[in-house]
């Protein structure tokens, strides 16, 4: 079992950035695919980024070159940097662990 807590959220200006972490207790976290989701009022949950275990890294084309995910095992820590934010970026962010461990999500909101 792996239990996943998020941090890092808030509101934000267009244009500025954030930091999220997804901290993982539990054993296996450096085995995991780790990613983030997200999911906006009214939208299905869309994956963001994803970080696989040799650090190979995946975006979806509407976050590239903005946000960046890393992953740091030896604190079982999966970050998210997000810059360049947009108010089309607010929605609850999520992380989760192969798909089979999921997180309660935190909170962006990009508004002036």
């Known amino acids: 079992q792996v239990h996943l807590v998020e941090s890092g959220g808030g509101l934000v200006q267009p244009g500025g950035s954030l930091r999220l972490s997804c901290v993982a207790s539990?054993?296996?976290?450096?085995?995991?695919?780790m990613a983030w989701y997200r999911q906006a009022p009214g939208k299905e949950r869309e994956l963001v980024a994803t970080v696989a275990r040799d650090s190979t890294t995946y975006y979806t084309d509407s976050v590239a070159g903005r946000f960046f995910i890393s992953r740091d095992d030896a604190k079982s820590t999966v970050y998210l940097q997000m810059n360049s934010l947009k108010p089309e970026d607010t929605a609850v962010y999520v992380c989760c662990a192969d798909r089979l461990f999921w997180g309660q999500g935190t909170q962006v909101t990009v508004s002036s």
């Open positions: 539990g054993t296996g976290f450096d085995i995991f695919t």
